[in-house]
């Protein structure tokens, strides 16, 4: 029976999708995660159960140090275990990215230089460092801007700024985001670059000893110029030009191929505008949340079992059956503590929704962008053609009522003292 290690972070959207699918490969699958290291042993959790994502190194001497037996592949659901997964991988001697490879993509300040350097489309970008006054980057600074914390993913911490005022405050906040989700936050400094304007799109892919096969190109109909920057809809397959498709798989296969990446799933994102493609990021890992069942119908597997097979070896069919698809990220109205939903059946009723999936839970703080990373839940949507998904999911959405209370509420009447 075929081993992976498989790298589970304890707030993951897909472990169960993950688990789900080496059950139906029959794969044995060993577990690591990221459980606090002072409550994972009164649980009686193995030290693997407990490692720290963001320390690799101490982390893989752990996972050697108590691993039983070795894996035949290394692999991390998310962007938090993408380092540690390629470290273990280089030193078991399994093949996949490289940890050099897979550090600088996912660094922003990082993967902008790498962009330089092979003169791909980037705009005009600085490093901020935590110690320095935005005021005092060049003058000749072209606004709108976008002020990014450098290793987190999705919108979180990302802010557009339209004038220098408005830079000293995206800056303020997105620094006090990053120090709360990143211990390397003082070291690390933030990204200042130019806002590119254009319509943005997603590519799911796949790599194999270099060869790069596209899985799905996402069309991303809602605008997203800021300030804030959350994704709700996701279509495929794109409604852009058959030779735009084609240019933008070539770019990101070509910025692969530049940043040493050679093995599993990729996903990156770009924006198209008249001045060309421009990539935003190309991550080491595939699509976010429970965004990857909406590729199922098109792949004839989910598509953790297409990452797995492809992890162990196995065959990896891909059996297209046509049509289109669909997924919304719902999005969080406003941050408090989440009480219900209302509607869910009528948006399950709305013709081609094939799947309402709520994942936030009762008494949970939820969270906007660009300080929080995550959804209310997810809707899905099947039918002939692209404009028909996304009418689907508008529809749904609309059907659905939050009660989300605020996390601190204020007694605006105080009760006397008793005499």
Not at 390 to 410: N, S
Request: charged share 25%; glycine share 8%; net charge negative.
């Amino acid at each position: 029976m075929r081993r992976v290690l498989l790298l589970l972070p304890t707030t993951g959207y897909r472990n169960d999708d993950f688990l789900a699918a080496a059950d139906a490969l029959d794969l044995e699958i060993v577990t690591a995660a990221n459980y606090c290291h002072q409550l994972a042993p009164s649980w009686g959790f193995a030290p693997i159960q407990a490692l720290h994502f963001d320390r690799p190194e101490q982390a893989a001497d752990t996972v050697l140090r108590h691993m039983r037996a070795r894996p035949d592949a290394v692999l991390a659901v998310d962007d938090a275990g993408s380092e540690l997964a390629a470290l273990l991988r280089e030193r078991l001697g399994l093949p996949g990215n490289s940890t050099q490879a897979v550090r600088r993509v996912c660094d922003k300040l990082a993967f902008r230089r790498l962009l330089r350097e092979g003169r791909f489309a980037v705009p005009e970008f600085h490093h901020l460092p935590t110690a320095m006054d935005p005021r005092e980057l060049p003058p000749a600074l072209r606004f709108p801007v976008v002020v990014k914390a450098r290793r987190l993913s999705g919108s979180r911490g990302v802010i557009r700024a339209d004038d220098p005022e408005a830079l000293v405050r995206a800056v303020n906040r997105v620094r006090a985001i990053q120090a709360r989700a990143d211990r390397d936050a003082a070291a690390l400094g933030l990204v200042v670059e130019d806002f590119i304007p254009g319509q943005e799109f997603a590519l799911e892919g796949l790599l194999d000893g270099g060869q790069f096969t596209t899985i799905a190109l996402f069309d991303k109909p809602d605008p997203l110029d800021g300030p804030y920057f959350e994704e709700t809809i996701y279509v495929t397959p794109s409604r852009l030009p058959g030779q735009l498709q084609d240019r933008i798989r070539q770019e990101i296969a070509r910025v692969c191929s530049h940043a040493g990446l050679t093995d599993g799933p990729i996903h990156a994102e770009v924006r198209v505008n008249a001045e060309g493609v421009w990539i935003l990021e190309v991550a080491a890992r595939s699509i976010g949340g429970l965004c990857g069942r909406v590729l199922k119908h098109c792949l004839g597997m989910s598509l953790e079992e297409l990452i797995l097979r492809q992890a162990v070896g196995m065959p990896v069919p891909v059996d297209r059956d046509g049509g289109a698809a669909g997924v919304m990220m719902i999005p969080i109205p406003r941050g408090g503590i989440f009480h219900e939903a209302q509607g869910l059946a009528a948006a399950q009723a709305v013709p081609h929704i094939t799947s309402v999936a709520m994942t936030v839970r009762p008494g949970q703080i939820v969270v906007p962008p660009p300080d929080g990373a995550s959804y209310l839940g997810f809707l899905f949507a099947r039918a002939a053609d692209p404009a028909d998904a996304e009418a689907a999911l508008r529809a749904a959405h609309r059907q659905l009522r939050f009660d989300i209370h605020p996390e601190y509420p204020v007694n605006a009447s105080p009760v006397a003292p008793s005499a």
